[in-house]
């Protein structure tokens, strides 16, 4: 049995590229870009395959468990951080994504998930408040977890 899309596309992203993109609720949920964003299965696909990609760079240096404390809040912070590493830049670049995509894609798909995970909890309700996109990934994620091998 495979694990579900959103788990390997997680656990595949590089320390550097997760550290970038695991930011908090609030960054996800209140951000314009990633509200607004709608997953495709294509867009899917090329960032699966980024992801596998950025798996593979090397790994910035232990930081101890030092956080720098500077978490990043937004898309655009998280793009910025991404296009300040030129290896993630251009293995994006490969797969027609842009860091500001790439970020607010992961993010919906990662809220996309989240919804789908509190959707099995016993006695859990619809999500109420997601945006027309939001719903739709949600469907598009729900679609991605049925195909065979995912």
């Not at 867009?43 to 596998?52: F, G, H, V, Y």
């Not at 590493?85 to 790439?102: C, F, K, N």
């Not at 959707?119 to 619809?126: D, F, N």
């Amino acid at each position: 049995m495979h694990p579900p899309l959103l788990t390997r596309t997680l656990a595949g992203l590089s320390l550097a590229a997760l550290a970038l993109i695991t930011t908090t609720a609030s960054a996800w949920a209140a951000d314009a870009a990633q509200a607004r964003l709608r997953l495709t299965p294509a867009l899917m696909d090329r960032m699966e395959t980024a992801t596998a990609e950025l798996r593979k760079l090397p790994q910035p240096p232990d930081q101890g468990g030092q956080d720098d404390g500077d978490d990043a809040e937004s898309v655009e912070d998280i793009a910025r951080k991404l296009d300040a590493i030129p290896q993630v830049r251009a293995t994006l670049a490969r797969h027609g994504l842009t860091s500001r995509e790439y970020a607010a894609a992961t993010l919906a798909a990662l809220h996309a998930g989240m919804v789908l995970a509190v959707e099995k909890a016993p006695g859990a309700k619809p999500a109420q408040g997601l945006t027309p996109e939001q719903r739709a990934n949600v469907e598009v994620m729900r679609a991605r977890q049925k195909k065979p091998g995912r």
